[in-house]
Each structure stands twice: as structure tokens, then as C-alpha cells.
């Protein structure tokens, strides 16, 4: 229908754009090591392949992990009662019926799940345990509609310019908060690769 098709583009537009401003920032601040690398594997690739390089994937889920726009999280009403194991001998019930949320931005941040959580560091991603703490699109039958939509743009866009353009940054904003976490006022300088 068409008005689904309306708020695919709205609900993502923004919430893509910035996603993209937030990695291409953490690149121009942090040069990480897995940008010479993404580029070393794209130069001798086709250019729809870029996209794929593991390094991509590195680099823009820890600007997600950092910056998620849906920094408040998710909230669900659980539809079964469920145990949460605490780690130690306390286990605490969370009956049918009730209502969870996920601050995503805590738990993005969460030294239980990532050494120097407040850090930007791409090589993370690496190892596949990474990812148990790891949902900027939630999770279930009730995840964002727009994420498949969402990653292709990402990593359309993002394999292009981090492959042809080093970013300085020239004011690093602000993160505002209202409905989405974005970096307000912040401009980067696209320098062209020689």
C-alpha cells in the first residue's frame, strides 16, 4: 500500500541519514585501522562488492553500537512469564503481561558486554560473541519494519564514501536527543582520495 510505502521513507529518512553522519564522524575522529583495510579489499573488488567487506560491517555496527538512534530503546509486553538468570544465584521473574524495556544506549555501553564500551573500536566485531548485546533494529516479529531498507542505504552509501574520501572534522555538534539520537550542528570536510 502506498501509505506503507510513505512510512518506510519517513520513519527511515532520518533515522538512516543520521547513522551515517554518526559512523562517518567516528572515522574522521578515530582513523581506525579497519578503514585501510576495507580499502585495501575494495580497491581490488568490484564496486557492488564493497559493501560486503567485513571491515564495512565492523565499522558501522560500532558507530551503531556508540550511537543508536533509537537511543531510549524498545518496549515490549511480554507474552509469557519469563526467568532472567542474574549470573549469580538470584533469579527474578517477569510475569505475562508485563511491560520490558531496553535502553539501548545503556546496553550498547555496557562494560559487562564491551571492553572499553566507551571507546570506538571497529575490531570488536570480529569475534561473533560481540553481537549477543546487539540490537539497534530490537528484536522478534515486532523489530523495525524499515531495517532491511535501513542497511542497504548504509551500506550502499557508506562503501562509497569511505572507499573515495577521507572526512576532517570541522565541528564535532552535538548529540541531541527527542525522538532520535543525532549529532546535532556537527560538519565534516570530505577530502577526495588521490
Keep these: 500500500r502506498a501509505a506503507d510505502v510513505i512510512i ?3 520513519a527511515g529518512h532520518d533515522t538512516t541519514a543520521y ?3 554518526f559512523t ?7 582513523d581506525p585501522l579497519e578503514l585501510e583495510t576495507y580499502r585495501q579489499a575494495a580497491s581490488s573488488l568490484p564496486r557492488d562488492e564493497w559493501r560486503r567487506i567485513d571491515e564495512l560491517q565492523y565499522i558501522i555496527s560500532e558507530a551503531m553500537r556508540l550511537h543508536p538512534v533509537t537511543a531510549m530503546g524498545s518496549a515490549r509486553t511480554i507474552g509469557k512469564d519469563f526467568v532472567f538468570k542474574d549470573g549469580d544465584s538470584t533469579d527474578i521473574l517477569l510475569p505475562k503481561n508485563a511491560f ?5 544506549f545503556s546496553l550498547f ?12 573500536r571497529p575490531a570488536r566485531w570480529a569475534n561473533p560473541e560481540t553481537r549477543v548485546a546487539h540490537m539497534p533494529f530490537s528484536l522478534g516479529p515486532r523489530n523495525c519494519i524499515g531495517q532491511t531498507l535501513a542497511k542497504a542505504e548504509m551500506h550502499t552509501v557508506l562503501s562509497d564514501l569511505l572507499a573515495n574520501y577521507d572526512f ?11 525522538l532520535t539520537l543525532k549529532p ?9 582520495k588521490a
Excluded: M, T
Design 109 to 120: 555501553r555496557n562494560p559487562k558486554y564491551y571492553d572499553d564500551a566507551d571507546f570506538f
Design 168 to 178: 576532517k572534522v570541522e565541528d564535532d555538534g552535538c548529540d541531541e536527543y527527542f
Design 184 to 192: 546535532k550542528g556537527a560538519r565534516l570536510i570530505p577530502i577526495a
Design 24 to 30: 562517518l564522524l567516528e572515522v574522521a575522529r578515530n
Design 19 to 21: 547513522s551515517i553522519a
Design 100 to 104: 520490558v524495556f531496553v535502553n539501548f
Design 8 to 10: 518506510f521513507l519517513v
